[in-house]
């Protein structure tokens, strides 16, 4: 596979995604897509990263005038997905619906075979969707923050909490409580957030720190119950649901984005065909009334714009890292 060097634009930050433009071969946008996409997600479905992946590719493909298939490559915190994509044909028939997920494993896992920020170009993000301190009730009795770390200081073993695998957002937000609390968890991973919530409502784990959208709807259905969102600010979708900050952990501000991802070396005429489509697409009033019910909000940036996030968020996921300790053979 080609590499590519990305031009200077601040310090570097915009890697793969400046120098496929400057370096692929040039394609007319026009003769492009003469054939179906695959959007690849690197989770099981039902997860959050499934569900827009699948209400972005209905839409794009009615925008292209082709079909998107969404292709699930779960495991190993993403990184599968994301591998298989990063060393994939770079003509833009294969995307991948990366998250922040990507930013966390680049410095938890010791050996990846590919470079997040080398070897895929960001096309557009298309969301942030908070994380949420969810329980089950029935089986971690607890109204507040406070009553859940106490529960766990007077369990033995104190609780478990899952999350969608090791390097993923969930599991340093977990990290993190422990250390901010002093109170023992122990880490469950899971492939996706489909079968951790089947886990949670079925009591084997006792708590999670996952995205709104999975488990949104058990939450208004009564049968989990949200504790804290893990962002700076309180959701639009669980307004009366406060921050670990205000519940008494300041310095929490970790929620979930996601973007489309190709790799590197792609046409420039197809990068640019497929994030002002994106961009249109995450600007209509049909797609955000489905971000909305999905306790999703919008997020708008060019490539270099993402590109610059995703640097500055790779490095201070680093610092945390480290200061964690996380890291998987």
């Given at each position: 596979m080609r590499r590519f060097t990305g031009r200077a634009l601040g310090a570097a930050v915009l890697g793969a995604g400046l120098a496929a433009m400057a370096s692929a071969p040039a394609v007319?946008?026009?003769?492009?897509?003469?054939?179906?996409?695959?959007?690849?997600?690197?989770?099981?479905?039902?997860?959050?990263?499934?569900?827009?992946a699948r209400a972005l590719g209905d839409q794009l493909s009615r925008s292209l005038g082709q079909p998107v298939?969404?292709?699930?490559?779960?495991?190993?915190?993403?990184?599968?997905?994301?591998?298989?994509?990063?060393?994939?044909?770079?003509?833009?028939?294969?995307?991948?619906?990366?998250?922040?997920?990507?930013?966390?494993?680049?410095?938890?896992y010791k050996s990846l075979g590919y470079d997040f920020q080398k070897d895929l170009a960001p096309i557009a993000p298309i969301a942030m969707v908070p994380n949420v301190l969810t329980i089950n009730p029935a089986h971690?009795?607890?109204?507040?923050?406070?009553?859940?770390?106490?529960?766990?200081?007077?369990?033995?073993?104190g609780l478990t909490y899952g999350s969608n695998g090791y390097g993923t957002a969930q599991h340093l937000i977990g990290t993190q409580f422990q250390a901010a609390t002093g109170a023992t968890l122990l880490h469950?991973?899971?492939?996706?957030?489909?079968?951790?919530?089947?886990?949670?409502?079925?009591?084997?784990?006792?708590?999670?720190?996952?995205?709104?959208?999975?488990?949104?709807?058990?939450?208004?259905?009564?049968?989990?119950?949200?504790?804290?969102?893990?962002?700076?600010?309180?959701?639009?979708?669980?307004?009366?649901?406060?921050?670990?900050?205000?519940a008494g952990l300041p310095g929490f501000d970790i929620g979930t984005w996601f973007g489309v991802f190709?790799?590197?070396?792609?046409?420039?005429?197809?990068?640019?065909?497929?994030?002002?489509?994106?961009?249109?697409?995450?600007?209509?009033?049909?797609?955000?009334?489905?971000?909305?019910?999905?306790?999703a909000e919008p997020m708008t940036a060019t490539p270099a714009q993402f590109a610059q996030r995703i640097?500055?968020?790779?490095?201070?996921?680093?610092q945390l890292v480290k200061d964690h300790n996380l890291k998987v053979e």
């Amino acid at each position: 596979m080609r590499r590519f060097t990305g031009r200077a634009l601040g310090a570097a930050v915009l890697g793969a995604g400046l120098a496929a433009m400057a370096s692929a071969p040039a394609v007319a946008a026009d003769d492009w897509p003469s054939h179906a996409l695959t959007l690849v997600v690197p989770f099981p479905t039902g997860g959050t990263t499934d569900v827009l992946a699948r209400a972005l590719g209905d839409q794009l493909s009615r925008s292209l005038g082709q079909p998107v298939i969404v292709e699930n490559r779960p495991g190993a915190g993403a990184t599968i997905g994301a591998d298989y994509v990063a060393k994939a044909k770079p003509d833009g028939y294969t995307l991948l619906m990366g998250a922040v997920h990507h930013t966390i494993a680049t410095s938890v896992y010791k050996s990846l075979g590919y470079d997040f920020q080398k070897d895929l170009a960001p096309i557009a993000p298309i969301a942030m969707v908070p994380n949420v301190l969810t329980i089950n009730p029935a089986h971690t009795p607890a109204n507040s923050v406070a009553e859940l770390v106490a529960l766990a200081k007077k369990s033995p073993n104190g609780l478990t909490y899952g999350s969608n695998g090791y390097g993923t957002a969930q599991h340093l937000i977990g990290t993190q409580f422990q250390a901010a609390t002093g109170a023992t968890l122990l880490h469950v991973p899971y492939k996706g957030s489909g079968p951790l919530t089947t886990d949670l409502l079925g009591g084997q784990v006792a708590m999670s720190f996952d995205t709104m959208t999975t488990v949104l709807p058990q939450i208004k259905a009564g049968k989990l119950r949200a504790l804290a969102v893990t962002t700076a600010q309180r959701s639009k979708a669980l307004p009366d649901v406060p921050t670990l900050a205000e519940a008494g952990l300041p310095g929490f501000d970790i929620g979930t984005w996601f973007g489309v991802f190709a790799p590197a070396g792609t046409p420039p005429a197809v990068l640019e065909k497929l994030s002002s489509q994106v961009a249109r697409i995450t600007a209509s009033p049909e797609f955000r009334q489905k971000l909305d019910a999905a306790g999703a909000e919008p997020m708008t940036a060019t490539p270099a714009q993402f590109a610059q996030r995703i640097d500055a968020e790779t490095k201070r996921f680093a610092q945390l890292v480290k200061d964690h300790n996380l890291k998987v053979e």
